[in-house]
């Protein structure tokens, strides 16, 4: 198992009506680099990278990509009770697309769910006063450590 980054970031609260990523992103690219995908377009996502859900025609639980397709992906899901669940099959296609994928939750989420998986950071995020604390999970394939 290679090494596990571990980090806290204190973002600045989202002035926008949806939460969004605030700054998540921009420090996502600066520690980790820059995603080929985002899964969900959430505020503060540049107009520039390429995403996908439902608003442009994907669905998370059936994407027409290659298994490892991408270098690197995001995804910022939907919280409970938003959804019911923790999106574990989304979640599962979404790991077989992608090398290396980011998760932003409030939930940890295992490496048991991905297969070939190794944690490689974990980053508590806060976004103002009274605000849950939120989880930057980065998973890895395996063989790519």
């Not at 090494?3 to 949806?18: G, M």
């Not at 976004?127 to 604390?133: D, E, H, N, S, T």
Request: positive net charge.
């Amino acid at each position: 198992m290679g090494k596990v980054i571990f980090d806290f970031w204190a973002c600045q609260r989202p002035l926008t009506h949806k939460w969004g990523s605030g700054q998540v992103y921009d420090r996502i690219c600066k520690k980790f680099g820059k995603p080929d995908i985002v899964f969900g377009k959430t505020d503060n996502i540049p107009n520039n990278v390429f995403y996908v859900d439902k608003s442009n025609g994907y669905d998370w639980i059936n994407l027409p990509f290659k298994d490892n397709q991408f270098e690197f992906g995001y995804w910022d899901p939907p919280y409970p009770p938003a959804v019911k669940g923790l999106m574990k099959k989304e979640a599962q296609e979404i790991w077989r697309c992608c090398k290396k994928l980011a998760i932003l939750h409030t939930y940890v989420y295992p490496t048991s769910w991905f297969k070939n998986a190794e944690r490689a950071g974990m980053v508590a995020i806060t976004m103002g006063p009274l605000k849950r604390i939120r989880i930057l999970q980065i998973f890895k394939k395996s063989e790519d450590i």
